[in-house]
Structure formats: structure tokens, C-alpha cells
């Protein structure tokens, strides 16, 4: 295998210990890079690791250090962190097993492949692989990775497995802070069948290789033209057919009706179902005494 192990170690569970690689499973996708540059020179700004009263200092003399007090740091030096004792750093013990929808989809991270170490791995590896997917289930544990320790979730991937790196609790925000004010109101039926037949005539398989970042693409014809303008401005007026809010408000059944019959056609009206209503006045306040 070409790539280099991302981390080396072994799964635990109970008493059996299996020598696995996990791979990183992502890359970046293309993007466009812009350089902050000083204009009336062209020349790209830089910037420099300065200390207050001593200016510029070389790489060697930096090291990290863990603010106690206001001015008042404990330094550390790479190799002592690095020194820390921690079992999972080479160990990821499989601690707990739940089903998949258990998870909410916004604990979940980042994915990596999961590959036995070496032949003599293997056998443990299928093993833990295929009591995976009978059970129909995820086994969680912590993992030490990029200076943190991890939740982890492994699951069959295909030949392997696949681990995902989780996200605390106090990390993901609670969606009732931003939910509440949304109505519980049950649809009208008929819209319902509406949008439901219309999304019905939108179901497909995923191709992931069918998306791209069309914005990408924008951004590298926008930087070709800018260079035959020889560095003119290059603004244009264009109307991307995004309803405006507050103007040309439709019917909702209109509307769902109009894209079926054209369901390759965009919406180019803004779609409400009721007259909102005027926000209620507030009582004056009460002068204290």
C-alpha cells in the first residue's frame, strides 16, 4: 500500500488485540487559494513571529506554553508532551457497542480506513468484521490522535473497516436553541402529496463523482478573464433567478403544482402558505418609582 499509515496500534477486545493501520479516508477537494498582496507594489504580504521589545525570532526558540496567569506561562517542550502516558495512544479499546441510528449524525467527524496490520492479523480482523455486521452494530472507544484523545466509532466498511472520530458532547450544540420557533403544526394533506410526489420524481441513486464544486469553476474562469482584461475590473450584472424576500409571493399549492409539471425548472418566486402575521405590540414599560 502507497499511502502512509496515519496511525499504527491495535483494537482490543476483551482479551484479543489486533495489529491494525488506520489511513485517512478524505482529501482536500480543489480550491482556489487567493494571497493577500500589498497593491501599489504586487508584492504578497508575509508574516513574521515577532516577540514584543525583540522583533523577529528563529524557529528553534519557540516553544509552547500554557498561559497560568496574565504574563505567566508554563512552557512545555515538544518531546515532553510528546512523552505523555496515555493507553490509547497505541491501543483503541473497544469499550461499548450500540446501533448505528443511535449516533446522531452530528457527533460524527472524520472517517478513516481501518486495514489489518500484517497476515498475521487478518484472521481476528474478518472475525471482528463479520460479527460487526451480523450484530448490526458500532463499537465505541477512545483513541489518542492530533494531540487529543478521541470517542470512536468502528464499523464494516466493504473488505475492512471503517473508524470515525466523534465529537464531545459539550461540542455540539443543542438544535432546540434553534428549533423552538418552529411551529408544530401538521401540513395541509394535499401539499404534503404534493411534495412528496415531487420529491418522489427526483429519486436517484448517489453518484458522488456527479457534483462538483461549480463556485471552483466560476472562481478560474473569473481569474482567466481578469487576465485577458489585463487588470480591468470585471463585475457583472447577473440575475441568478434567487427569490428576493418579500416580493412576488406566490401560493405554495401553485407552486408545487407548477414543478411538477416542470420539474427541471427553478423556482423563481418566493413560496409562503399564510399571510404572516403583524408582530405583536409591546405594552409600554412601567416608570419605577
Not at 479516508?25 to 525583540?54: D, L, M, N, W
Not at 458532547?169 to 412528496?196: C, H, M, S, T
Amino acid at each position: 500500500m502507497a499511502a502512509r499509515a496515519y496511525w499504527q496500534g491495535q483494537i482490543r477486545l476483551a482479551l484479543v488485540s489486533i495489529p491494525v493501520e488506520i489511513y485517512t479516508a478524505t482529501k482536500s477537494g480543489a480550491q482556489i487559494s487567493f494571497h493577500q498582496i500589498h497593491e501599489p507594489s504586487g508584492k504578497r504580504i508575509k508574516y513574521e513571529k515577532v516577540a514584543p521589545g525583540i522583533g523577529e525570532v528563529p524557529a528553534d526558540e519557540i516553544v509552547k506554553g500554557y498561559e497560568v496567569e496574565k504574563g505567566e506561562y508554563v512552557l512545555l517542550e515538544q518531546d515532553e508532551i510528546d512523552a505523555v502516558k496515555l493507553e490509547s495512544k497505541k491501543t483503541l479499546e473497544l469499550t461499548q457497542f450500540v446501533d448505528a441510528d443511535e449516533i446522531d449524525v452530528l457527533y460524527y467527524e472524520r472517517p478513516y480506513f481501518v486495514v489489518p496490520a500484517d497476515d498475521l492479523a487478518e484472521e481476528a480482523f474478518i472475525v471482528l468484521r463479520e460479527a460487526l455486521k451480523r450484530t448490526r452494530k458500532v463499537g465505541l472507544g477512545q483513541l489518542a490522535l492530533r494531540g487529543r484523545e478521541y470517542v470512536v466509532s468502528l464499523k464494516p466498511c466493504g473488505r475492512g473497516m471503517v473508524l470515525e472520530t466523534l465529537r464531545y458532547a459539550d461540542e455540539v450544540n443543542k438544535a432546540q436553541g434553534y428549533f423552538r420557533d418552529i411551529p408544530d403544526d401538521a401540513p395541509d394533506p394535499e401539499l404534503l402529496g404534493l411534495a412528496e410526489t415531487l420529491i418522489e420524481k427526483k429519486v436517484s441513486k448517489f453518484v458522488p463523482g456527479q457534483f462538483h464544486d461549480r463556485y471552483v469553476d466560476a472562481l478560474r474562469d473569473l481569474i482567466e478573464r481578469k487576465k485577458k482584461a489585463k487588470g480591468k475590473k470585471i463585475i457583472e450584472e447577473t440575475d441568478d433567478g434567487a427569490p428576493t424576500r418579500g416580493s412576488n409571493v406566490v401560493d405554495l399549492m401553485a407552486a408545487l403544482k407548477k414543478s411538477l409539471e416542470k420539474p427541471g425548472a427553478k423556482a423563481s418566486a418566493a413560496v409562503k402558505t399564510k399571510p404572516a402575521k403583524a408582530p405583536a405590540k409591546r405594552a409600554p414599560a412601567k416608570k419605577r418609582a
